[in-house]
């Protein structure tokens, strides 16, 4: 290993010895405030070693690992969304009375392992990375001990999580027994050559139901609304968003080294996933009343959207693709981070009725969650929009019409439980005020319990959280309005890929 | 000082801003400052621009200021150009004059209201967009600023929202002028692909060029207009918003709906003459509409008992009067009435308003009486004003004599709506300020209702003896009628026969209503005349009934029909379907473990039986 690959690994490595770091300043005092300055120090200094790993790249490291430009603007995506989540961390867990500190090691390993995802050029760096984002995550998604949710919310994760990855190993193997390499490049480069792609099919396949897993597609996807609901509000927050977009650049990755036709089976799968993920992931979101699983169900169908940019099989659609990612990511953080702000010691302020009259108690939040809920939707001046209608024109430009009619069909039904919750927060705080209204329909239990006191309450919004909340506001809306440099920049990292 | 033209549209323009945005948290003082004193810049620019383009006029009579252009489609360039000549000035001179004066008089009248700072920011935006309005040099930003007048009429009428009547005013009116205004967008629209200007003297000159006069696009081009002024002006048959708009404090009765916004219409085809010159026969048409809708409105106003519905009736009267002279091409004599009435109508719009708030909050002159004694500044202001527009009409008359469309029988006719008018009014001041005195009167104007009054009656005396138009070198008496320059003699005696008529028809008042005292049982209003009729003309002529049993009734109808049927069931179909959807998929999220494992497992089975099968 020369200084070249030590450059182009730097991001990798600051957060894996900050995490080391850590540790050790656990043993020797307990500080909550003090873990996670370091933390989220060493979140930012791993991303400012990004320009100087871009200095270097594109650079193999190894056969394992790729550092080129794709790489590095997906691994300051992670950062950023990790860095995000440790700001809203902070002020949740100091209202929790429980162990804080090793919270942090695991948020920096799970974003080690999305980084190698990233950054993965070979099935092994690929399995690798998969594992240390997902035991980091089966622990986060439970730390919250005391909640009755957590131990079941956990186990079940684990479970499944570790029932996919069983799936993936064996496709690998599959993969690599027609092969015999584990390393992308070659692998296509194979395949191609023969007549057809024998055993390797069904290990892709295979592989699909690990991905599938992680990205919560249909019919992967029901763990979705029960880790989101059961997990913390900001590792919610990062499964929503590190977790899977993570896993979404690694797939591109992949299949950009495939001809465009060379693997039509397994796209029409995806096709398949993506239009069914679409329809039933708005479907189900529709009455929900819970606001984490209607994100749950949201983000189902929003991986259904990416997937359609993904099939049209172009540099136009990665482009699409991860302009979507950072669309999603940004209102995804926001939408969270304003539930995590609203949120108390004692529960978590996702129940439709906490958002109730939300206008008149909070504006600065209420306004935020409506341009992040807009921005969902896909409506114009947010970076949404564009970002779905980059979408569609990718789709579009390949003739996908089938899964782009699914778009248009479940972006019409989005819109319903979007403007739903908006006109919750409109709403007046009693809800005896408008009885007749749609919204007030009640067909889940949890919501006749009386609203959260510290909801009526408003507290200051600590300065952690504010100042993630005022970026995210400032991208949410600035990328509506002004996409262009975002999308010339994506353009120029994404190139290399094809 | 002619470069300064563009500030006329700026300065209430700012001040409606600084209102609109500060208006809450300024004291009425300051709203004051703001709402008035930008009208007195504006008054004193335009006084200062008068000056300066009498003396030393622009060449051709014509000064023209492009600001910037507003957006290009092909060859289709509006700008923001300001057009300013004998006629765009006697407009801006009532505007800011008259506009000034009112705005003066509302600082006093609606001094006890909440909403003072949103009064004046409403009015201060009426006078920019009535500026921009007869200051546009093409027909776009005209209609800009025509739509922007009308919606500050609907807000203004409206002001006094939380009575369910005014609001219903505002909307009547906004709604019935749209009528006129989408029949003139699409005129616009015709001249455009026709024409390919909206520029008003590009348009004349192409205009003469492209169509033979009497031709099918010229008349329906000039009929479209019309259509507009028609709304606008409140000519027969888009009169009926204007009794109704009196909803609105007197003030705004008299700055829109009497002095400048309902005068936009004659100011439309006194601009665009030389489009109507190609199309004779929709003259006639203005002529005859407003030779009806003078006559109509006339006599409604005999039968009116509100103060401010008299006004109103007479104010359609006198604008079909304006229609009457354009009709037979004389847009001086137009003008000339349209500067002395926006004086006289000004004024008894704004002695009313005090009448009304002297007599506590009474509207019905037969509930008021000798008044003159207690409120002589009103009575006397009121009586000089008066007077004035009968010699402007007198001009008018004589010209609808010697035109080629008119003659001696519509000149009758004219002449009998003289005689009408003098009875409305002298009924109007007589019964108010004759007679025993009936009313209570705690309450005497101040100097800023006097003011204005004075200066505004003033205004109309002098307006009868020196024909402002010609003051600024509009010739007040037409085009085309050779036979008035050959005998002027004889024009003017023709003309002066109108007084007399008018002296008779005050003689006629006074006996009727002083003498007789018939307004005692308020019951009697002019003798001779069935019931049957005078409800009639009291409800100005069934207009408002007939167009709700025509429009609004189906209309209603059609709407309740669909509301309840058809259309929705589609749509609740479709809301029941995807909620159907949403209830049997998530029977799928059972929160069991195994449940979701076999999920996994069956996507499993999907995707290797899709690429294995």
Known sequence: MNTTDLIALSPLLIVGLSAVAILLLISLRRNHRAVATLALGGLALAMASIPQAAAVAPHHIAPLMMADGYALFYSALLLAASFVVGLLSFDYLEQRGEQREEYYVLLLLATLGGLVLVGANHFVSLFLGLEILSVAIYVMVAYARSSPLAAETGIKYLILAGTSSAFMVFGMALVYAQTGTLEFGPMAAQLMQMEDFGLALPGMAMMLVGVGFKLAVVPFHMWTPEVYQGAPVPVTAFVATVSKGAMFALLLRFFAAFEADEAQPIMNILGLLAIASMLAGNLLALLEDNVKRLLAYSSIAHLGYVLVAFLAESSFGDEA?????????????????????????????????????????????????????????????????????????????????????????????????????????????????????????????????????????????????????????????????????????????????? | MLNYLALLPTLPLVGFLILTAFGKSLSKRSVVAIGVGSMALAAM????????????????????????????????????????????????????????????????????????????????????????????????????????VGMCSFLLIGFWYKKPENSKAAQKAFIVTRVGDTAMAIGLFLLITQLGTLDIQELGVRASEKWPVGSGMAVAAAALLLGGAVGKSAQLPLQTWLPDAMAGPSPVSALIHAATMVTAGVYLIARTHALFALAPVVLTAVML??????????????????????????????????????????????????????????????????????????????????????????????????????????????????????????????????????????????????????????????????????????????????????????????????????????????????????????????????????YEAGEVVVPHITLRMRRLFAAGWYFDRAYHAAFVVPFQATSRFLRSELIDRGYDAVVALVQTGHRQIRRSQTGRLRWYAAGIAVGAVFCLGAVLL
């Open chain 2, 45 to 148: 620019l335009t006084i200062g621009i008068a000056i300066h383009f009498l003396s030393a006029p622009p060449p051709g009579h014509v000064f023209e200021q492009h600001l910037w252009t507003w957006f290009q489609v092909g060859d289709l360039a509006p700008g923001f150009s300001l057009y300013l000549d004998a006629l765009s000035l006697a407009m801006i001179l009532v505007i800011t004059l008259v506009g000034f004066l009112i705005h003066l008089y509302s600082a006093e009248f609606m001094r006890d209201d909440d909403a003072y700072a949103r009064f004046f920011a409403y009015m201060n935006l009426f006078v920019s967009l009535m500026l921009i309005l007869v200051l546009a040099d093409n027909l776009l930003l005209l209609y800009l600023g025509w739509e922007g």
């Open chain 2, 289 to 518: 509409i407003g030779l009806l809708t003078q006559l109509t409105a006339g006599i409604s106003a005999v039968h009116q008992r509100d103060i401010k519905r008299i006004l109103a009736y007479s104010t359609i009267s006198q604008l079909g009067y304006m229609f009457f002279a354009l009709g037979v091409s004389s847009n001086g004599a137009a003008i000339n009435h349209l500067m002395t009435h926006a004086c006289f109508k000004a004024t008894w719009f704004l002695a009313a308003g005090a009448v009304i708030i002297a007599v506590n909050h009474e509207h019905d002159i037969f509930k008021m009486g000798g008044l003159g004694k207690k409120l002589p500044v009103l009575f006397w202001t009121m009586f000089f004003a008066g007077c004035g527009p009968f010699f402007s009409k007198d001009g008018i008359l004589a010209e609808v004599w010697f035109s080629d469309t008119g003659g001696p029988f519509l000149w009758l006719l004219g002449l009998f709506g003289v005689f009408v008018t003098s009875i409305y009014l002298f009924r109007l001041l007589f019964t108010v300020f004759l007679g025993p005195l009936k009313n209570d009167v705690h309450w005497k104007p101040g100097l800023a209702i006097t003011i204005p009054l004075v200066i505004l009656a003033t205004g109309s005396v002098v307006g009868a003896i020196v024909e402002y138009p010609r003051l600024l070198g509009y010739h007040p008496y037409a085009t085309g009628t050779e036979a008035a320059h050959a005998s002027p003699y004889l024009h003017a005696a023709i003309g002066k026969i109108a007084v007399g008529v008018a002296l008779a028809g005050i003689y006629v008042a006074y006996r009727l209503f002083v003498r007789h005292k018939h």
């Open chain 1, 321 to 498: 693709v991860t302009f979507y990612l950072v669309a999603y990511f940004i209102s995804t953080l926001a939408a969270f981070g304003v539930i995590s702000v609203l949120s108390d010691g004692k529960s978590e302020a996702d129940r439709m009725e906490d958002f109730r009259g939300l206008y008149w108690r909070r504006p600065m939040l209420a306004t935020l969650m409506t341009a992040a809920l807009l921005s969902l939707a896909g409506i114009p001046l947010t970076t949404g929009f564009v970002a779905k209608f980059a979408v569609v024109a990718a789709g579009v430009k390949a003739a996908l019409w089938v899964p782009v009619f699914a778009l248009a069909l479940g972006s019409a039904i989005g819109l319903y439980y979007y403007l739903r919750l908006v006109v919750v927060m409109l709403s007046p705080v009693n809800p005896t005020d408008d009885s007749n209204s749609e919204a007030t329909a009640t067909d889940d239990a949890m919501s006749t319990r009386a609203p959260n006191p510290a909801i009526l309450r408003p507290k200051k919004v600590p300065i952690g959280p504010a100042f993630a909340l005022s970026i995210l506001a400032i991208f949410l809306l600035g990328l509506g309005v002004l996409p262009t440099p975002l999308m010339d920049f994506i353009k120029s990292s994404v190139s290399e890929l094809r």
